[in-house]
């Protein structure tokens, strides 16, 4: 049984670039979370998605992020313009949703912004 | 979500148990604790949960207090591999969807030969 899937494990980009990172939930599950590390620091959490629905969105920063979970395919957290402070690793979890809410963690994304 | 408290770091001895201390005086009745580890920078790594009773799973025991304002993780028989930092999470789990898990900055177990 896989676990949460997460790519790219990597990503460099530029000062204005977008980064898109991707999220495949364990089998079964229809919740999805995004979580950022800064470096040194603990996780925070972002967004809580369900299929097609943004649940809370309370940890997002107000602009340049937004996060989509389609009816198929991926989750997607999708960063614009991104900035130096962007860098940190970006774990994203999953859950079964009804009668069983344990989040599942990915391996992450590191995304370092040049 | 409850706050929660835990030392900074601990040391253990390998095949010793480590006992990793939680509290959480503020918890409120229908609140579960939760228990991951992170292990180097990796994905935080599910452990064991529970509401009142003592629970038990091939990781770890998990040993609440009958106030249930601490918490204590047991690993057995520590091993190297157990060396990550540890998260005690006070969570409130919504009926028929989760919410999210507010991480501190967790106990630091090193486990030594």
């Known amino acids: 049984n896989a676990g949460v899937m997460q790519n790219p494990r990597h990503l460099v980009r530029r000062r204005g670039q977008e980064a898109r990172l991707r999220c495949s939930p364990m089998?079964?599950?229809?919740?999805v979370y995004w979580y950022r590390q800064l470096p040194e620091e603990g996780l925070k959490f972002m967004v809580y998605?369900?299929?097609?629905?943004?649940?809370?969105e309370s940890g997002m920063p107000k602009e340049r992020f937004s996060a989509e979970f389609p009816k198929e395919g991926p989750s997607i957290l999708r960063i614009q313009q991104v900035v130096r402070g962007d860098s940190a690793a970006y774990f994203c979890?999953?859950?079964?949703?009804?009668?069983?809410?344990?989040?599942?963690f990915g391996p992450g994304t590191r995304l370092l912004v040049l | 979500d409850a706050k929660t408290t835990q030392p900074p770091s601990m040391d253990c001895a390998e095949g010793r148990a480590a006992n990793l201390p939680c509290n959480h005086s503020?918890?409120?009745?229908?609140?579960?604790v939760y228990w991951y580890r992170q292990i180097h920078s990796q994905g935080p790594q599910y452990i064991i949960h529970?509401?009142?009773n003592n629970e038990t799973n091939e990781m770890a025991s998990l040993i609440i207090t009958e106030d249930r304002k601490s918490s204590t993780l047991i690993l057995p028989h520590a091993t190297l591999r157990d060396t990550a930092v540890y998260y005690c999470?006070?969570?409130?789990?919504?009926?028929?969807?989760?919410?999210?898990?507010?991480f501190g900055t967790g106990t630091q177990l090193k486990v030594e030969l």
């Open positions: 998605l369900q299929k097609e629905n943004i649940i809370d």
């Open positions: 529970g509401l009142k």
């Open positions: 979890a999953s859950s079964p949703g009804f009668g069983g809410e344990t989040q599942y």
């Open positions: 999470i006070v969570r409130f789990i919504l009926t028929g969807g989760g919410n999210k898990l507010t």
């Open positions: 503020t918890i409120s009745g229908n609140e579960y």
């Open positions: 089998k079964g599950h229809s919740h």
